[in-house]
């Protein structure tokens, strides 16, 4: 395989498991994961050699739409922002079926930037209804031009080796 190294931000709104995301990519705890929103202040740099790859994750704050009365949520929305245009890669994480007014504001932003980018659809192993999902997925493919849109349970590990598989195929050669 030729070597490869890249940036890639982990995006999406708030509490869909961008950090625990980065947290199973890595093999350790190196975000803090709580239910509670906003608990991502600043970025989170994690780095990951395997082979002849070499992937830096930057970690984002959630993004989200309004709430700009509060300093740190627009401080939180400009850094999640900035970090989108200086990337090679976005992975853009989205709880399962569920596409809110917040999820639309993070692909504006990517779109914007005009990065490549993953969808990855979290949490699947919490849906009632699996056959909801082939539907869903189907829906928010057409949104954007993505590299790739990926199920996964960054909690429980299912389908991310795969998806870093597509990371490592995405990241620039040299």
């Given at each position: 395989m030729t070597e490869r190294c890249g940036y890639i931000a982990i995006v999406g709104r708030p509490n869909v498991g961008k950090s625990t995301l980065l947290n199973r990519i890595l093999g350790q705890k190196l975000s803090i994961t709580s239910r509670k929103p906003q608990t991502t202040r600043h970025q989170i740099l994690g780095m990951?050699?395997?082979?002849?790859?070499?992937?830096?994750?930057?970690?984002t704050p959630g993004l989200?739409?309004?709430?700009?009365?509060?300093?740190?949520?627009?401080?939180?929305?400009?850094?999640?922002?900035?970090t989108i245009k200086d990337v090679d890669l976005a992975v853009f994480v989205i709880d399962r079926t569920k596409w809110t007014n917040e999820d639309q504001v993070v692909l504006e932003k990517i779109k914007a930037a005009n990065v490549p980018c993953i969808l990855a659809v979290n949490k699947v192993d919490f849906l009632a209804e699996k056959t909801d999902?082939?539907?869903?997925?189907?829906?928010?493919?057409?949104?954007?031009?993505?590299?790739?849109?990926?199920?996964?349970?960054?909690?429980?590990?299912?389908?991310?080796?795969?998806?870093?598989?597509?990371?490592?195929?995405?990241l620039p050669e040299g």
């Open positions: 990951k050699t395997e082979d002849e790859v070499q992937a830096i994750y930057v970690d989200h739409e309004g709430y700009t009365e509060k300093a740190l949520n627009r401080y939180i929305n400009k850094v999640a922002s900035s999902l082939l539907p869903f997925l189907q829906e928010v493919s057409q949104k954007m031009d993505f590299v790739d849109v990926f199920p996964i349970s960054a909690k429980h590990g299912k389908n991310v080796e795969e998806l870093e598989k597509k990371i490592a195929t995405q």
